[in-house]
């Protein structure tokens, strides 16, 4: 139920981060700038939750299972970005690098520090 909370509000952290990257990327780059920016975010959100579902799918009956489950849902974190990455920069051709990558890495950001800050 915790890690529920942690993953909703870094999902929420994200989309806010890249919807403020994506409207001044608008404003400096125009259309390409807005999809760029959300490009970059959704990759770090696609992988961020695909990652939670994965560690919540471990088993956790021993602290090396438990560790074990953590590793491996971040491998498949950093994978998944780096398969997306690849992707998108394969496939959009007017990408506007600097707001693709700058809310990838202000979404991964939030990601991690949003998980790992503790839930009331």
């Excluded at 807005?34 to 994965?54: K, Q």
């Amino acid at each position: 139920m915790v890690m529920d909370k942690a993953v909703r509000r870094a999902v929420l952290w994200q989309t806010l981060a890249t919807l403020a990257i994506a409207a001044l990327s608008g404003w400096v780059a125009g259309l390409r700038g807005v999809i760029s920016a959300v490009l970059g975010g959704a990759i770090s959100l696609i992988a961020g939750v695909a990652s939670a579902w994965l560690a919540a799918r471990s088993k956790t009956g021993s602290p090396g299972e438990a560790l074990y489950g953590v590793l491996r849902a971040e491998g498949a974190r950093i994978v998944l970005m780096l398969g997306l990455l690849l992707v998108v920069l394969l496939l959009y051709k007017q990408v506007v690098a600097l707001s693709l990558i700058g809310s990838f890495i202000v979404s991964a950001l939030l990601f991690t520090m949003a998980v790992f800050t503790q839930v009331r």
